[in-house]
């Protein structure tokens, strides 16, 4: 079935700790994104990339990078995590970056950091 | 600033209808979108509007006043399953996506 994979599910880790999610898609869609989602907040951008070989910076981007080698995989690396970064971290991708171009997600990391 | 706001929470009867409503403002729009998201899941695309006026799926319609800088997602027959947040999504005018906290809608038989 298409779609987007995420892994871990779901980690536990120190402070200190680099991690790395994995995101893999498998629709052949030019542009993916990476957010977190926080108890009463909106989905928060972190990173984003229109194309491979491109990435961009989104509204939260401090504490994080990614990678955008090929078309269908686009993960996101906390160099040393800080229990500020306990969230639950959602892939998503879009065929394209314009207008009625809807983002389709995978079922998201639960990441804590401890 | 840039800013999406929506009920937090609703309650509604299995059967009956209810209108969860968005209002936005935003630098610059390119469509709006409606997300559901049951407890513990992944958000998954319901509709998008960019005219003004109604778009109709089903039990689901949603509309929008660019005007305004208003949107509302209507469900019809509630049915149990309907119980998720609802996520309203504005794209900007760089094309990405500025998203509400969403409204948990709460479905009592």
């Known amino acids: 079935i298409a779609g987007i994979t995420q892994a871990p599910t779901s980690q536990i880790l120190a402070a200190g700790r680099r991690m790395t999610l994995r995101c893999t898609q498998d629709m052949r869609h030019n542009a993916m994104y990476w957010y977190r989602q926080d108890l009463g907040l909106g989905l928060r951008l972190i990173h984003y990339s229109n194309t491979a070989g491109t990435t961009g910076k989104g509204e939260v981007p401090d504490g994080y990078s990614v990678s955008r080698a090929n078309t269908d995989d686009f993960p996101l690396t906390l160099a040393s995590a800080v229990p500020s970064q306990t969230s639950v971290y959602f892939c998503?991708?879009?065929?394209?970056?314009?207008?009625?171009?809807?983002?389709?997600f995978g079922d998201g990391t639960r990441l804590s950091i401890l | 600033g840039q800013n999406i706001d929506q009920p937090t929470e609703m309650t509604a009867t299995e059967g009956a209808i209810v209108q969860i409503n968005c209002t936005y403002q935003?630098?610059?729009?390119?469509?709006l979108f409606w997300y559901q998201q049951h407890a513990g899941e992944a958000p998954t695309f319901l509709s998008y509007?960019?005219l003004d006026g109604l778009e109709e799926k089903g039990r689901f319609s949603s509309f929008l006043s660019r005007s305004k800088g208003y949107s509302y997602l209507l469900l019809k027959e509630l049915q149990m399953k309907d119980s998720a947040s609802y996520l309203c999504a504005v794209m900007d005018s760089n094309y990405q996506l500025i998203w509400g906290a969403g409204t948990k809608l709460i479905i009592k038989p």
């Open positions: 509007n960019v």
């Open positions: 998503a991708s879009s065929a394209g970056t314009g207008e009625n171009q809807p983002q389709h």
């Open positions: 935003t630098s610059g729009f390119n469509g």
